[in-house]
């Protein structure tokens, strides 16, 4: 019903291609169906126990939705994206080949809970499938043996050349995780006491960035403007192959919706950004970022958040599409 | 130039995205609005605002720079309070918030204690729910707090925490009355009173997580709207509440739960960097009342933490 009417009207609205149809963003942002949107993605995460910080972006139209898109937050394993787009930025360029083979010893890896960070013997892979495992498991040790390939500086450079004016990486994992352990020390890293003191949450101390420009580098790389031709390809079908579903993928439920994504968490701090793209040909860049008032390590509600608003923002872009509202 | 008038005419515009509304919230005209945004934007040689026939909208420069307007603004009101404290002799003044239903006598031991120790000081004692709190200490309306958690941690620094268990509170002629005490998993099937979820949302979820962690799915959750009605229903013994051990009205017992599996978490916060020795003195004055009168017991030992793949760091 809603679906189909949506769907109809969608199909009917003048796509651009390249999506830099200038917008009138005071009229987005003044609209009412932007206003009702925030408040209830505000009391989506309100009623999850999260303070959360989104940008939502129609790749096609240019128009969006904001709730703290400007604010500056650690982005913890978010951070591999830009990785990532660098990488196969590089590879786009000739300066890098990404069939090469790199050695991972089974000694100094960096700690993790997936892929070769929790494997035990050395092994041997392609930057690309250590690029498959640092998307599609979050795996720190392949994250970081990249890292160590390409550099902070490459990673940082690439990111201010794409306009991500408040983006930096400012340690690989192997630092981030270091500090986490220092600052957490012998105590229980679900003590309030000690999550207050971990420096990995400041911003100003770790990898950081903002919703708007995390969809900023999304829209380049869906644009092919990123990582130009196959590699560009490559590096999308990679982050549709991120296995987890808790996030922003479960604000999705649906067959014919495809969900691209990466996650980021450390104590508190639950993220995903993302693509959706319907089968209408409606394709949205997402940035979520939250903070939970809770400490513990598992907590579903602060994870389907994400997906939760998520939703809501991306269903009020649709709408503004399906009823051709200018403002 | 005055600096901080230009930045806060800034601000309005930026959050009006409009240069009519914005002279109208701040009661000026909007011609002379517009030259002075024109004139800070010459001193500061950046342009501020993409101005179109329907409004204006900021540049990414005027971006950046809103951030930075926003928190010089904020250290100024901050200069300024400080200032106007010290001229009314305030600045001896500790401003203290704690958590509704702490007890009479918990707040009596904690008044007596901070007098004791620190006779000079004023104290500004206030109420506040835990979201309120939160705001204020971040606005540094309020120098210290007892808070109740999960209390989101951005900027603030926690004493120890302290554990409050939850018992149940039943109508006298219930058939579970005469036990002295009872197993969470007892529960299963009956109508439980917690709190309205939306005044603490964290703590009503840790809560419901906590029962079905101890074989407890509850027949339904009442959200009362008010302590009057949570009392109506347990006095008609068509619901059981979860409070902390209390003198129970007339009609109702209380009745301890077995092995403590439920508790609110409590401890004193405070921005951080800003634990001065009223400060500390308050959270330590704070802690002895709740660990003596109060009947708070210290944190207990941890329970294992079993990392899961999803979670991206190592514990």
């Known amino acids: ?327 | 130039m005055d600096l901080l008038g230009h930045l806060r005419h800034f601000r309005a515009v930026a959050e009006e995205r409009h240069f009519g509304r914005a002279a109208e919230r701040l009661r000026i005209a909007q011609p002379s609005l517009s030259q002075r945004i024109q004139r800070l934007e010459r001193e500061l040689g950046v342009t501020l605002f993409d101005r179109g026939p329907r409004g204006v909208e900021l540049t990414p420069a005027g971006r950046l720079l809103l951030a930075e307007a926003e928190e010089t603004l904020d250290s100024a009101a901050r200069l300024l309070a400080t200032a106007a404290d010290l001229r009314s002799g305030r600045a001896g003044t500790l401003r203290a918030a704690v958590p509704p239903e702490l007890g009479p006598a918990t707040l009596a031991a904690l008044l007596t204690g901070f007098e004791t120790a620190s006779p000079g000081t004023r104290l500004e004692l206030r109420e506040l729910p835990v979201a309120a709190v939160v705001r204020e200490l971040a606005q540094h309306t309020v120098d210290v707090a007892v808070v109740r958690h999960p209390c989101p941690a951005d900027g603030l620094a926690f004493g120890p925490v302290l554990h409050q268990p939850l018992g149940a509170l039943l109508a006298a002629g219930s058939p579970y009355a005469d036990r002295p005490e009872l197993a969470v998993a007892e529960l299963t099937g009956l109508r439980l009173v917690l709190f309205p979820r939306a005044t603490a949302p964290a703590l009503y979820d840790e809560v419901l997580t906590t029962l079905t962690r101890h074989g407890c799915t509850p027949g339904a959750v009442v959200d009362p709207p008010g302590p009057d009605v949570a009392g109506a229903l347990v006095l008609t013994g068509s619901a059981i509440a979860l409070v902390p051990r209390t003198t129970p009205p007339p009609g109702t017992v209380w009745r301890p739960l077995t092995g403590t599996p439920l508790a609110w978490r409590t401890s004193t916060a405070w921005p951080a960097g800003r634990g001065g020795p009223a400060v500390r003195l308050f959270a330590q004055a704070a802690h002895e009342a709740l660990t003596g009168p109060g009947g708070l017991l210290p944190q207990p030992p941890n329970r294992p933490l079993y990392p899961r793949p999803a979670m991206e760091f190592p514990l």
């Open chain 1, 1 to 327: 019903m809603t679906s189909d009417r949506t769907g109809a009207n969608r199909t009917g609205v003048e796509r651009t291609g390249a999506g830099r149809t200038a917008v009138d963003r005071a009229a987005v942002d003044r609209a009412p169906y932007g206003r009702a949107a925030r408040t209830r993605i505000a009391a989506a995460f309100a009623d999850a126990g999260v303070t959360g910080w989104l940008h939502a972006r129609d790749l096609d139209t240019g128009a969006e939705i904001g709730l703290g898109a400007d604010t500056v937050v650690s982005t913890a394993s978010v951070h591999k994206v830009c990785l990532l787009v660098t990488l196969y930025r590089e590879a786009a360029a000739g300066r890098i080949d990404l069939t090469r083979q790199v050695d991972v010893p089974a000694a100094g890896r960096t700690p993790g809970g997936t892929g070769l960070a929790a494997m035990l013997d050395a092994a041997r892979l392609s930057l690309r499938d250590l690029a498959y495992l640092t998307a599609a498991v979050s795996d720190n040790t392949a994250a970081d043996t990249l890292w160590d390939q390409i550099g902070l500086d490459t990673v940082n450079r690439t990111m201010a050349d794409l306009g991500l004016s408040r983006t930096v990486a400012v340690h690989k994992l192997r630092d981030l995780i270091a500090a986490l352990a220092e600052d957490t020390g012998p105590d229980s890293p679900v003590d309030p006491a000690v999550v207050a003191r971990l420096r990995v949450l400041d911003p100003a101390f770790t990898n950081h960035s903002t919703p708007r420009d995390m969809t900023t580098l999304l829209a380049a790389l869906w644009h092919g403007d990123a990582c130009p031709g196959d590699h560009g390809a490559a590096l999308r079908r990679l982050l549709g192959l991120q296995v987890w579903p808790h996030r922003l993928a479960s604000g999705f439920p649906y067959d014919d919706v495809r969900v691209h994504g990466k996650t980021g968490t450390l104590p508190t701090l639950r993220h995903e950004v993302g693509v959706v793209e319907y089968p209408d040909g409606g394709r949205y860049a997402l940035a979520v970022f939250t903070r939970a008032a809770a400490t513990t390590i598992t907590l579903p509600a602060a994870d389907a958040a994400i997906g939760t608003t998520a939703r809501l923002a991306v269903d009020a872009l649709r709408a503004r599409a399906a009823t051709g509202a200018t403002g």
